[in-house]
């Protein structure tokens, strides 16, 4: 996992400082497709693709929550072809869970999140919103709808109808470890990734996009009122403060893969933020078509 990361943060930065020029015949768009086609063939294929409908994986993770480490288990649930449901629960300390779910339906997007102590009280993780205003609401649920997106990317090589994506030919990054075939994912919403695809193997190593680096504050706190009102005022104004906050670049590394059914998947995720390593994922088990019904993708 360590390799991916200074193979990836290696390849963005020459890539950043060289501005390779775009080879090949003149028509990235073309080119593009080649190379994902490409890429779907070396995963397994278009047919063995076109025959899964639905996924589970379920994994660990470990994240860095601004000075504080922490982890937990998160299961990923796709049900093909536009629902797709994330679930993490996190070891805040002993004693103290939370368990976060976000889902996509289509254009739907929802999320919850509960907490519990052994302790009898309560716990309230402050995830900062990367912008303050009226459409903060809205900015969010894009960040979901994103972040959902290119997981099913990771995974499948492909975003849901909802997200209908135009491909482009970049260029050529290189580094010392071999190198990549650059593609840039654009759609709605502002929805934008560069795809860096091995040149050997054609199998993804790594995304990278731009974002608002995410505040992370985890208190302990009992049910009153009182101490409720007093963290939510104090997250109003954090979030607010964030909306200043430049964007930076995040890359989430795709590395160990494994064959599942014929399909190779990547079991280990990691993910740096402006050039920090922040959480990484270790993939336990994939499930290629089990049984899943369509109202586990339905708001409780």
Not at 19 to 32: D, F, K, Y
Not at 115 to 142: F, K, M, Q, T, W
Not at 179 to 198: C, H, Q, T, Y
Not at 269 to 286: C, F, Q
Request: glycine share 8%.
């Amino acid at each position: 996992m360590k390799r991916t990361l200074i193979l990836s943060i290696t390849l963005s930065l020459i890539w950043q400082a060289s501005q390779l020029a775009v080879a090949g015949n003149g028509h990235p768009e073309s080119r593009a497709s080649e190379l994902m086609a490409k890429a779907r063939q070396a995963i397994g294929g278009d047919a063995k693709l076109k025959a899964i409908k639905s996924l589970t994986i379920t994994g660990k993770y470990r994240r860095m929550m601004g000075d504080r480490e922490t982890g937990g288990e998160t299961e990923l649930e796709i049900l093909l072809p536009d629902r797709i449901r994330r679930s993490e629960t996190l070891n805040l300390m002993p004693g103290i869970e939370m368990t976060r779910i976000d889902v996509m339906t289509g254009a739907g997007i929802w999320s919850d999140s509960q907490s519990n102590s052994a302790h009898g009280g309560g716990a309230v993780v402050i995830r900062r919103a990367p912008d303050g205003g009226p459409d903060a609401n809205a900015r969010a649920e894009g960040g979901i709808r994103s972040d959902l997106t290119r997981l099913c990317l990771a995974f499948l090589l492909s975003t849901p109808p909802s997200v209908p994506i135009e491909l482009t030919y970049v260029g050529e990054a290189e580094a010392p470890e071999g190198k990549a075939e650059v593609i840039d994912l654009v759609g709605p919403n502002n929805f934008s990734v560069r795809l860096f695809l091995d040149q050997k193997t054609s199998r993804p190593l790594m995304m990278t996009y731009q974002g608002r680096a995410p505040r992370f504050e985890v208190r302990t706190m009992t049910q009153t009122g009182g101490h409720r009102e007093e963290m939510e005022k104090r997250a109003e104004e954090e979030a607010s403060k964030a909306a200043a906050a430049p964007q930076v670049e995040f890359q989430l590394s795709l590395d160990d893969y494994r064959p599942v059914d014929g399909v190779l998947f990547p079991h280990s995720l990691s993910r740096t933020v402006d050039g920090k390593a922040s959480e990484e994922t270790e993939i336990k088990k994939i499930t290629i078509n089990p049984k899943i019904k369509p109202d586990r993708f339905e708001k409780e």
